[in-house]
């Protein structure tokens, strides 16, 4: 199961053809609230990580995002800013590979391998990090799959797990049963 940033790393192993020997192995993949994309107003600034990157690859950089955009759940939010390994802080090199790699998924320059059996991705109609749209749309793109389930989540934001109070429970009850249909 990959979320978010995660979840862009397997989609794009799932769609390299020299790991397809690799990802066909795995019988079903969950991507939750999958980077496709960032919002409108996001765009310039990852862009141009790319250009700054070649020239000051292992510059650090703090995203100082909001954390309310993440969850709506203020003991989520408190527990983040207290986590000592939460910092935020990445090197333009790494900003610039995510980029890089949510605009080849974007573009359907890589698309899924063809023998990727099972595949769920879920995503709430909220996420102000990563938008709906673009994950639904890079979604209906994958029209080989011949196990594939899109969840939508509505109203939910970015951390799908902890979104808001109470609804932990029916994020891991539809992974839980998702798996459980496929499980031999």
Known sequence: MGYSNGA???ATLMSLPEYADLATQVRGWLLASLHVAVPADKVFALSATRYVSMLLPKRKVYNSFD???????????QRMEADPLFNR?????????????????????VRLNRDIRSVWVGHGTADKVHP???TKAWY????????????T???WDHQLHASA??????????IGDWILARAK
Not at 67 to 77: G, H, K, Q, R, Y
Not at 96 to 104: D, F, N, S, T, Y
Not at 140 to 151: I, N, R, S, Y
Request: glycine share 10%.
């Open 8 to 10: 862009l790393s397997a």
């Open 67 to 77: 954390l309310a955009n993440v969850t709506s759940d203020p003991e989520v939010i």
């Open 89 to 109: 802080v990445g090197t333009m090199e790494f900003f610039a590979g995510i980029e890089a790699r949510a605009r080849a998924l974007r573009t359907g320059r």
């Open 132 to 134: 709906y749209t673009d």
């Open 140 to 151: 209906d793109k994958q029209t080989h799959l011949e196990d594939g389930t899109f969840q």
């Open 153 to 155: 989540y509505d109203g």
């Open 165 to 174: 109070p109470g609804t932990s429970e029916i994020f891991y009850k539809d």
